[in-house]
């Protein structure tokens, strides 16, 4: 079985511009979280969405969104790029709300000019 | 205070050493604890899970949590030049699926 999959691997964008990143969780899974990482440093909770609705939200701003569709896969959307959002983005992947196996994917680098 | 400390290292040790990563963690509430191996621009892969207190054994690797100090190990025996990589720790916590990470602790193994 295919394992998170996450699109784009690699991007760049300007400074005021927004962004898009899509997730595909494990099949048979319906919990998806994002996490921001930034280098040396461990991975940080954006947000966690099962069955559609969002069930939790880490200490980011409002230029951060997301969403999960009724197949399970999700996107992140982030508005108005900062430098600072300059990182590794994660989504992982669990079988139900409060699942203890948590699967990532490889993640997509963000670099903003 | 941070909810889960790690040392950063870099830790270098030779092949076939008995590596030991530690965490702790300021919540005596929570329960789950995870441990990731992270190799250079990939994403985390889960090494090992542990609920409570007690140890976990998979193969060369076993994890351990000791509640009364709030202290997580992770222990790699006959290390191989393979598992050079950061290792992150982390504890769920209750409700949403909120994984609390350390800083990491980035690993070399040397032939």
């Known amino acids: 079985d295919a394992g998170v999959t996450q699109s784009p691997t690699h991007l760049i964008k300007t400074r005021g511009q927004q962004v898009t990143l899509r997730c595909s969780p494990i099949s048979g899974h319906k919990s998806v979280s994002w996490y921001q990482q930034v280098l040396g440093q461990g991975p940080q909770f954006i947000f966690q969405y099962y069955e559609k609705e969002e069930r939790g939200r880490g200490n980011f701003p409002d230029r951060f969104s997301a969403r999960q569709f009724p197949n399970y896969s999700s996107e992140l959307n982030v508005n108005a790029l900062l430098l600072g959002d300059s990182a590794l983005y994660l989504c992982?992947?669990?079988?139900?709300?409060?699942?203890?196996?948590?699967?990532f994917g490889e993640g997509s680098w963000l670099t903003v000019v | 205070q941070k909810e889960v400390e790690q040392d950063p290292g870099p830790l270098s040790v030779p092949e076939g050493a008995i590596v030991s990563l530690n965490c702790t963690y300021s919540?005596?509430?929570?329960?789950?604890f995870m441990w990731y191996r992270q190799y250079s621009r990939k994403g985390p892969e889960l090494l090992m899970y542990?609920?409570?207190?007690g140890n976990k054994e998979d193969g060369r690797f076993t994890a351990q949590v000791d509640k009364s100090s709030k202290y997580i190990s992770l222990f790699i025996r006959d290390s191989q030049p393979s598992d050079s990589a950061t290792y992150l720790c982390a504890r769920l916590g209750e409700g949403a699926q909120k994984l609390v990470f350390g800083q990491g602790t980035r690993l070399t193994i040397n032939p």
């Open positions: 992982a992947s669990s079988r139900d709300r409060s699942g203890n196996t948590i699967y």
């Open positions: 542990t609920y409570s207190s």
């Open positions: 919540n005596s509430a929570f329960q789950y």
